[in-house]
C-alpha cells in the first residue's frame, strides 16, 4: 500500500476525544466533566476535569448532588473542568486559543473563559441549554465575542484498552 492512511481522526475528534478522556479523571460520581485548551497552532496548551482543589480530599468533602444544605453538597467545593484547565495553564496568554469542552460551560466558567482570552468553545453537550447558568453564559459570549458550536460526532468508535 503506498500513500497516507485516509482513516485518521480530525482535529476536532482528536481534541474532542482528549477532553473527554481528561474527564474520565474526575471522581464525581454523577457528572465528568473534560476540558482541552488548544493553541492556534493545534497544540494542547492545558487540560482539566471537574474535581476538588489541591488540598481538599475526595474522601472528607461530599459528593452528593442534593442535601437540606448546601454545605452538604458538591457545589460549593468542585472546580470545574473548564476552570482547571485555565489554571492548570503556566505558559503566559491564552488569548485566541480554543477550548474544548464535554458539557456546555456554567455562567461562572464563561466569565474566566473570555476573561482568560479563549476565543471559541467546541462543547459535546448541551444538556442545560435552558438553564439560567447557560442562557447567561451564551449571552455573555456573543457579547465578548467568544464563537461556540456544538462537536458534530462522527462515526467513528475509538476504543481503549488499558
Not at 474527564?23 to 488548544?38: F, M, Y
Not at 476538588?52 to 472546580?79: A, H, I, M, Q
Not at 438553564?131 to 465578548?144: E, L, Y
Given at each position: 500500500?503506498?500513500?497516507?492512511?485516509?482513516?485518521?481522526?480530525?482535529?476536532?475528534?482528536?481534541?474532542?476525544?482528549?477532553?473527554?478522556?481528561?474527564?474520565?479523571?474526575?471522581?464525581?460520581?454523577n457528572?465528568?466533566?473534560?476540558?482541552c485548551?488548544?493553541?492556534?497552532?493545534?497544540?494542547?496548551?492545558?487540560?482539566g476535569?471537574?474535581?476538588?482543589?489541591?488540598?481538599?480530599?475526595?474522601?472528607?468533602?461530599?459528593?452528593d448532588?442534593?442535601?437540606?444544605?448546601?454545605?452538604?453538597?458538591?457545589?460549593?467545593?468542585?472546580?470545574?473542568?473548564?476552570?482547571?484547565?485555565?489554571?492548570n495553564?503556566?505558559?503566559?496568554?491564552?488569548?485566541?486559543?480554543?477550548?474544548?469542552?464535554?458539557?456546555?460551560?456554567?455562567?461562572?466558567?464563561?466569565?474566566a473563559?473570555?476573561?482568560?482570552?479563549?476565543?471559541?468553545?467546541?462543547?459535546?453537550?448541551?444538556?442545560?441549554?435552558?438553564?439560567?447558568?447557560?442562557?447567561?453564559?451564551?449571552?455573555?459570549?456573543?457579547?465578548?465575542?467568544?464563537?461556540?458550536?456544538?462537536?458534530?460526532?462522527?462515526?467513528?468508535?475509538?476504543?481503549?484498552?488499558?
Amino acid at each position: 500500500m503506498s500513500g497516507k492512511r485516509e482513516d485518521y481522526i480530525t482535529w476536532d475528534e482528536y481534541f474532542m476525544g482528549v477532553a473527554m478522556l481528561s474527564g474520565r479523571r474526575s471522581k464525581d460520581p454523577n457528572t465528568q466533566v473534560g476540558a482541552c485548551i488548544v493553541g492556534a497552532d493545534n497544540r494542547i496548551l492545558s487540560m482539566g476535569y471537574n474535581g476538588f482543589p489541591n488540598g481538599c480530599s475526595d474522601e472528607e468533602f461530599p459528593w452528593d448532588r442534593e442535601s437540606d444544605k448546601t454545605l452538604k453538597t458538591k457545589y460549593p467545593y468542585v472546580t470545574h473542568g473548564e476552570l482547571n484547565a485555565i489554571l492548570n495553564y503556566r505558559g503566559g496568554t491564552l488569548d485566541g486559543t480554543k477550548l474544548y469542552v464535554s458539557l456546555f460551560p456554567c455562567n461562572e466558567c464563561a466569565k474566566a473563559i473570555i476573561q482568560s482570552g479563549i476565543k471559541t468553545v467546541v462543547y459535546a453537550v448541551d444538556k442545560y441549554k435552558d438553564s439560567d447558568s447557560v442562557v447567561a453564559s451564551k449571552r455573555m459570549f456573543d457579547a465578548a465575542g467568544v464563537t461556540y458550536y456544538q462537536y458534530q460526532s462522527s462515526d467513528k468508535t475509538i476504543e481503549l484498552h488499558l
